[in-house]
């Protein structure tokens, strides 16, 4: 069977990441991202670390207790004002 060789330091990073994810083994880790990457499918489960579920729970919980929450159409008028106002302050 053919074998990819990685440095320490991106062997140890894999290693961290299929640890997270639950994967058996680094070998199943990789296989599986460049599996992923051939059939054009992109894996965002490393960005949903402990800590940014804890945050996105803690926004939920605020929602549900009656905290302010934004339209789609108002986000969109916020973001079109800041646009506006960058595009004056960079014109040339």
Do not use: C
């Amino acid at each position: 069977m053919p074998q990819v060789q990685l440095n320490d330091k991106v062997f140890d990073a894999a290693q961290r990441r299929a640890a997270d994810g639950g994967y058996t083994s680094v070998d199943e880790y990789i296989a599986d991202v460049v599996i992923g990457d051939l059939n054009g499918v992109e894996n965002f489960d490393h960005l949903f670390t402990p800590e940014r579920i804890a945050e996105l729970e803690t926004i939920s919980a605020e929602i549900k207790a009656g905290g302010k929450t934004y339209t789609i159409d108002e986000a969109q008028e916020h973001f079109e004002t800041k646009r506006k106002a960058w595009l004056e302050k960079h014109a040339s």
